[in-house]
């Protein structure tokens, strides 16, 4: 396996950061809405009140067969992802309108 340009690191939760709120369209949503947000590693997670499943990729659009699923906010708060910026990620969804939450560090 490639190691990454994370490989190796230790993530430190700084002060500052924001957090960003994808709504599922047309079985679609990206971070940022496709605008940049540079950060230094996120927590993602699913609404608990979302009727489909959420799969998540990095780097290129997510799909039904294609990403990994994460879990909603009531199953124990989402899943940390070391990565740069936030527009790199990529959600499906079959039902339009669900939601996913990112907690980001800058």
Do not use: W
Request: net charge neutral; charged share 15%; proline share 3%.
């Amino acid at each position: 396996m490639a190691k990454t340009k994370f490989y190796g690191n230790r993530v430190r939760i700084t002060d500052s950061g924001g957090a960003d709120r994808v709504t599922i369209t047309l079985t679609v949503g990206q971070g940022g809405g496709g605008t940049s947000i540079p950060c230094k590693g996120c927590y993602v997670c699913a609404q608990a009140g979302n009727t489909s499943v959420i799969v998540m990729n990095i780097g290129i659009a997510a799909s039904s067969s294609l990403g990994m699923e994460i879990p909603k906010s009531s199953g124990g708060g989402g899943v940390f992802v070391p990565i740069d910026d936030v527009s790199n990620l990529h959600f499906y969804g079959a039902t339009n309108g669900d939601v996913v939450d990112i907690l980001y560090f800058t």
